[in-house]
T-cell receptor
């Protein structure tokens, strides 16, 4: 089954304790992206990757890191989480069309993170 | 850098009625997408309409695109309780089609 898998789905942590949210897709997609969703702010892009070893900042990259060592995986790293990073996080992927256009995004089920 | 904005923010209708949601965007686009999100779940792609298309259908969904007005609408006909969800439009930014920008969504409630 084609899917994007995120882990953990729920996490409560404390300020400053490094954490990683994993994302894996089994569709051989070139493009992967992380979003955070907050009430009243909608979905905002954190980072995206066009292919292995190619990553770029989205609209709200501060406080986050990503890596793309393998095509299927795109982990989101919070080196020193703070309470303002409490949010619902989504990973998404898609195949890149000719010209680099993104088509249909496939989303994971989300990771709800609470930073105390 | 919000691109698409949905209207209304919330919509409540009776089962069987049609639901119409609108999306306005600011810059030229090559496509516009609509997604559905059930409460707290991942978004699911519904339909993509290209800039050279004016209307597209998928089952009970009908999407229109008016590039002169920079707007799109999503019509759900014969609504069902299972259609209760948030609906988002998404458009690529000017800086590159690889960045999809989502609106804040329309919260649709179908009352039985």
């Amino acid at each position: 089954e084609a899917q994007v898998t995120q882990n953990p789905r729920y996490l409560i942590t404390v300020t400053g304790k490094k954490l990683t949210v994993t994302c894996s897709q089994n569709m051989n997609h070139e493009y992967m992206s992380w979003y955070r969703q907050d009430p009243g702010l909608g979905l905002r892009q954190i980072y995206y990757s066009m292919n292995v070893e190619v990553t770029d900042k989205g609209d709200v990259p501060e406080g986050y890191k990503v890596s793309r060592k393998e095509k299927r995986n795109f982990p989101l790293i919070l080196e020193s989480p703070s309470p303002n990073q409490t949010s619902l996080y989504f990973c998404a992927s898609t195949r890149l069309a000719v010209g680099g256009n993104t088509g249909e995004l496939f989303f994971g089920e989300g990771s709800r993170l609470t930073v105390l | 850098s919000q691109q698409g904005e949905e209207d209304p923010q919330a919509l409540s209708i009776q089962e069987g009625e049609n639901a119409t949601m609108n999306c306005s965007y600011k810059t030229s686009i090559n496509n516009l997408q609509w997604y559905r999100q059930n409460s707290g779940r991942g978004l699911v792609h519904l339909i993509l309409i290209r800039s050279n298309e004016r209307e597209k259908h998928s089952g009970r969904l009908r999407v229109t695109l008016d590039t002169s007005k920079k707007s799109s609408s999503l019509l759900i006909t014969a609504s069902r309780a299972a259609d209760t969800a948030s609906y988002f439009c998404a458009t690529p930014t000017q800086r590159g089609a690889q960045k999809l920008v989502f609106g804040q969504g329309t919260r649709l409630t179908i009352n039985p």
